[in-house]
């Protein structure tokens, strides 16, 4: 597809803030709200859009509407949740994501007949994120559309203006995303956020893909009603922390949120350790703890976070044999009980937060079923259902 197929955006100022409604659950139903008016407007008609059916148009706060006259083909995208839904959708990989190796391509070895190649994904942070290198995809690749949240970029990343957005934009491709994984950035205060299944019928729009986005909907219905063990008197539900290593002794610690990286442990209804001990989260904070402060908050369970992609063997040995050594971690009831883990991603899409809850769900419930059925998602990536 030619990039410059398409017919542009609307709501122009991606720089101004957009009032709206934060959402934090993850009903499978876009909720409707009154952030924009094309929100509403817009979503009636795209809803029941095919791919015969162009032009068509997508809204999605803060970018606006975007106007498509064919379906786009070649992407960038975010992070390894837009990289999921792309995968769960059956189109072809992003030619980018901001860091590649936060893609846990390993999760699909759960699913038959479904994997993914990375190695003609480039990672878009390099020391910072260049202006050059979306030049250098389009004219690699031909990039047909940017999904990602441009408050992100304008936010995390120096040197970059509102006029470099609309530059790259104008001359690569258009832009239209948001930054789902988190909700504690101050930047996105001012302006919806979506939950899992919001964000992916938006990126099923994008795609035209709205059939298998239907089969994602119904499959994880069917999964969360098997969740029906979940505990909700607090003596019943297991306490946790989730932590990213610092160093040999210290960590980042990450509260249980409302964004899409920690949807697994609000669906099994888990207490936030670290939260009730009045722990400050890493993103607002960047601040670490140490094993002292860990041994007063005692955790039932520690999820460690950044070792998505080792073995079990590999983990043992790199993470729970140095606690297990430890004068202090070695105190820890998490690491008495063998009950240290890997604590799941930054990113999750609709295939990966299947295999994330499921793993979460055997390690702290015990539980022994498979809770979705891995055939049934690799139909409907496989266009099968």
């Known amino acids: ?41 817009t979503q009636g008609t795209t809803e029941t859009t095919t791919a015969s059916d162009t032009p068509y148009s997508v809204s999605m706060v803060p970018t606006g509407d975007v106007t498509f006259e064919e379906v786009p083909e070649t992407w960038i995208a975010n992070n390894g949740s837009y990289a999921d839904m792309g995968l ?11 860091l590649k190796n936060r893609w846990h391509t390993n999760y699909y070895d759960e699913i038959p007949g479904v994997s993914a190649d990375k190695s003609d994904t480039t990672s878009l942070y390099q020391d910072g994120v260049s202006k050059e290198l979306f030049y250098s995809l389009e004219q690699e ?11 992100f970029l304008l936010n995390r ?13 104008n001359a690569v491709a258009p832009i239209i995303g948001n930054s789902i994984f988190s909700q504690t950035y101050p930047w996105h ?14 990126v099923a729009e994008i795609f035209q893909e709205q059939k298998r986005y239907e089969d994602f909907a119904s499959l994880h219905d069917d999964f969360q009603s098997n969740l029906d063990f979940v505990p909700t008197a607090d003596s019943e539900r297991p306490r946790i922390a989730i932590l990213w290593p610092a160093s040999e002794s210290s960590f980042y610690p990450y509260l249980v949120g409302g964004g899409t990286s920690h949807k697994q442990w609000r669906d099994l209804n888990v207490r936030d350790a670290l939260a009730e001990a009045n722990v400050q989260d890493f993103l607002s904070s960047r601040g670490t703890i140490d094993y002292e402060t860990l041994l007063e908050v005692d955790p039932d369970a520690l999820m460690i976070r950044g070792r998505e992609s080792m073995t079990a063997s590999e983990f043992q040995d790199s993470v729970v044999a140095p606690m297990e050594s430890d004068n202090t971690a070695s105190q820890l009831t998490a690491v008495q009980n063998g009950d240290v883990y890997r604590g799941g991603p930054l990113y999750q899409g609709p295939i990966s937060n299947l295999v994330v809850t499921q793993r979460a769900a055997e390690q702290l419930y015990d539980v022994e079923e498979q809770l979705y059925d891995p055939q049934r998602v690799s139909d409907i990536v496989n266009g099968n259902a």
């Open 1 to 41: 597809m030619d990039r410059r197929k398409f017919l542009g955006t609307t709501g122009a100022a991606l720089g101004a803030a957009l009032a709206g409604c934060q959402s934090s659950g993850d009903s499978t139903t876009a909720t409707t709200t009154d952030a924009t008016t094309t929100e509403s407007t």
């Open 189 to 202: 205060e001012d302006y919806r956020y979506y939950t899992l299944y919001e964000a992916f019928e938006k």
């Open 141 to 151: 690749h031909g990039i047909d559309v940017q999904v990602f949240d441009p408050h």
């Open 157 to 169: 990343y120096k040197g970059w203006e509102q006029a470099d957005i609309d530059e790259v934009r």
């Open 88 to 98: 769960a959708l059956g189109v072809e990989e992003p030619k980018a994501l901001w």
